[in-house]
């Protein structure tokens, strides 16, 4: 089975630009999670949904974050507009059920924002 | 106080060695407590979980928890240069997983 799927792997933009960042969850998962992780904050939940529906969002930085999860298969995080702060490495997990459960994790998306 | 807490490290070792890493957390009324191991540039995995104070042995790798301490830990025995990573500590905190910072582990051969 596939794990965790997420696109771009690398994504350089420039200030003021708008990024999507894409993640196709493990197939029957119910839980999806987006972390997003710098040397400074370490690893943070930005939010997370169940059966499509968004939860918590309380981590998202502010406004200019969003996040959808359109179906079982597909979630976005959206930047608009970006700024240099907020480049990091950007993690979707998915998991059967929140917890105790394990997160299984994409392989990432760096985000650069010059 | 930060919700979980981990010393950054870096945390060096010689291969053969116990590792011992630890965790604080914040949050009296947590349940359950996960270590995840990342390499450089990959994504963290789930090496361990843990639910009930005392031990917990998988392998070479062995959990505590204290939970009226507000303490967790993993030791790993007979370290190996590939347990070289940083190591992270994860609570359940009200249906979130809250990681700490992580502890960077080298084991020299």
């Known amino acids: ?114 | 106080q930060k919700e979980v807490e981990q010393n950054s490290g870096p945390l060096s070792v010689p291969e053969g060695a116990i590792a011992s890493l630890n965790c604080t957390y914040s949050d009296r009324v947590s349940q359950s407590f996960f270590w995840y191991r990342q390499y450089s540039g990959k994504s963290p995995e789930l090496i361990m979980s843990i639910y009930s104070n005392g031990d917990k042995e998988d392998g070479r790798f062995t959990a505590q928890l204290n939970k009226a301490s507000q303490y967790v830990s993993l030791l790993i025995r007979d370290s190996q240069p590939s347990d070289s990573a940083t190591y992270l500590c994860a609570v359940n905190q009200g249906g979130k997983l809250i990681f700490g910072q992580g502890t960077e582990l080298s084991v020299k051969p």
Not at chain 1, 64 to 90: C, H
């Open chain 1, 1 to 114: 089975d596939a794990g965790v799927i997420q696109s771009p792997r690398h994504e350089v933009t420039e200030m003021g630009q708008e990024v999507t960042l894409r993640c196709k969850p493990i197939s029957g998962h119910d839980y999806l999670f987006w972390y997003r992780q710098t040397m400074m904050r370490g690893l943070e939940l930005l939010i997370y949904f169940n059966n499509n529906v968004p939860i918590d969002d309380s981590g998202m930085p502010e406004d200019r974050f969003s996040a959808k999860m359109p179906n079982a298969s597909f979630s976005t995080l959206k930047i608009q507009p970006s700024e240099p702060r907020d480049s990091a490495v950007y993690f979707c997990a998915s998991s059967r059920r929140q917890g105790p459960g394990e997160l299984f994790f994409g392989e990432g998306s760096r985000l650069t924002v010059l």
